[in-house]
């Protein structure tokens, strides 16, 4: 059981840069979601996919925010133009259908300087 | 719209103790249940999975119990350790997305 791959780990970015992550769920799981976490807060919800559609993005995300999953596997999540206010942890999760059980990996931390 | 609030929001215990920690829901016409552990920087380890259909579930020295009725879940520690401290989170999901609970930041004395 390889659960949740997510990469880099750690980035550090200056303001105005562009950044990409990518997570690699559980195989077979259809269900991917990211989640970003700043200090002391709850995760918040970015977006989701069913396979490699696009099914819902939250009004938090901005433009600058764009994700994909092209094959229905991996997806990657692009940052650009970043600003000091997206620093925080990026979390994906992935999931077999709608009713769970939902396995997070273990996160992007994202610091702009 | 769906607001899941997690008591206390900070425990600390002496190691060995039991103890409970509490979610509930606003909607009680929840879908799953779920429990996880965060440490600090890291991402969410799953502990307990708790479909609708379901009362409680255990695992090891867990045990999570659902009453749809009250829209409560208490997650129950037994025998706790230093290693048990953390933040847990209850996220409560239905058709799509999950609505997390606002966390207890556990901390177990040695």
């Known amino acids: 059981d390889t659960g949740v791959s997510q990469d880099p780990r750690h980035k550090i970015t200056k303001r105005g840069q562009n950044v990409t992550f990518r997570c690699d769920p559980i195989?077979?799981?259809?269900?991917l979601y990211w989640y970003r976490q700043t200090l002391g807060q709850g995760p918040e919800f970015l977006t989701y996919?069913?396979?490699?559609?696009?099914?819902?993005k939250s009004r938090l995300l901005s433009d600058r925010f764009s994700a994909e999953r092209p094959k229905g596997s991996f997806s990657t999540l692009e940052i650009q133009r970043t600003e000091q206010g997206d620093s925080a942890m990026y979390l994906c999760?992935?999931?077999?259908?709608?009713?769970?059980?939902?396995?997070f990996g273990p996160g992007t931390r994202l610091t702009v300087t | 719209k769906q607001e899941v609030t997690q008591i206390p929001a900070a425990l600390s215990v002496p190691e060995g103790e039991n103890l409970v920690l509490n979610c509930s829901f606003t909607d009680s016409a929840i879908y799953n249940l779920q429990w996880f552990r965060q440490d600090p920087g890291k991402g969410l380890t799953s502990l307990l999975l708790i479909q609708s259909s379901q009362r409680e579930q255990t695992s090891g020295r867990l045990n999570a119990s659902l009453d749809k009725s009250s829209g409560r879940s208490t997650l129950y520690i037994a025998a706790s350790q230093p290693g048990d401290s953390a933040t847990y989170l209850c996220?409560?999901?239905?058709?799509?997305?999950?609505?997390f609970g606002t966390g207890t930041r556990l901390t177990i004395i040695p």
């Open positions: 996919f069913q396979n490699e559609a696009q099914l819902e």
């Open positions: 996220v409560q999901f239905g058709n799509e997305k999950l609505t």
């Open positions: 195989s077979e799981h259809n269900r």
């Open positions: 999760a992935s999931s077999l259908a709608s009713g769970g059980p939902f396995y």
